[in-house]
């Protein structure tokens, strides 16, 4: 009976141990990398704690579908550590209890179900170690959907360039460098608490709104999207000469805005303050590069 025992035990280690070590040598999704068990699991916590956003169904609702062509065209060309942790770290949105590690890897395990992927002989576990080296199996593409083609629509400036930078740009970018002092996931005071009376302060308004790390995303994307608006045609710096839209340099600083807030908006997913606090360097190394070469130049002033 123990010798028994025991080799039911060795077995079991020798399959955890082969299944770790795969999942760390590049699996894909295909290889089972989850349980029926634990996607059974996953389905009654999702009822519980996703479905009035994502849908009974995992087809969406508030929040987008969960299985399906579009969830993996967003996802398959990432590891699946990307939306782990944007599970874990992310979801849900309202003010319940945060999900525990297990109940993550559960809810993973039921979105991967829906979506036809098999199961294996041991359970997902939500780690980095554990899942940094698994990604989506190649999909042959599919037939590409009709774009629908909206009318043509080109709407004017509204501010300059100051005004744009000053309004959207400025509060964003110092939101996000605040994140090196302040952590976004602490609680935060009433908005306006350290502001005074009838005056608005960048850092705490809204906080009553969203919340820490929503704003940093938010700021983040703001960054990111506020780049196009550095290039709309017939926009005047402070000065009233024309923004230099064609100008190489330009081009190129608008792009490195772009990719900063692009990169600000995955550091600020992990939720770690660390990290988010380093992806602002790529930030400030864009905005330096571009006041190195336009500021004071005579056909555009500093913001």
Partial sequence: MLWR???RIVSACLIAGSVAL????????NDGIYTEQQAIRGQTLYQKRCSACHGGNLAGRTGPPLTGDDFLSNWDAHPLLELANKILKTMPKDDTEPLTPQEAADLLAYIL?????????????SSEASLKGVTFPHRVATQPKEAVVAPALSLPASGNLAQVMRGILFPSANLLFSVQTIDPGTKKPPANAAAPTGAVDWLTWGGGVYRGWEMVDYAAIS???SATLMLTAGRH????KPVPVTDPDWLKFTQQLADA????YRASQTRNQETASESTNQLNDSCMSCHRVFRGRT????P
Avoid: D, Y
């Fill in 113 to 125: 179900q829906a979506s036809k992927f098999p199961t294996g002989r041991a359970e997902l576990v």
């Fill in 237 to 240: 710096c402070e000065n009233g």
């Fill in 5 to 7: 025992r025991l080799v």
């Fill in 22 to 29: 795969a999942l760390q040598t590049g699996q894909t999704l």
């Fill in 261 to 264: 807030g692009k990169a600000a």
């Fill in 223 to 225: 960054i990111a999207e």
């Fill in 299 to 302: 056909h555009c002033v500093r």
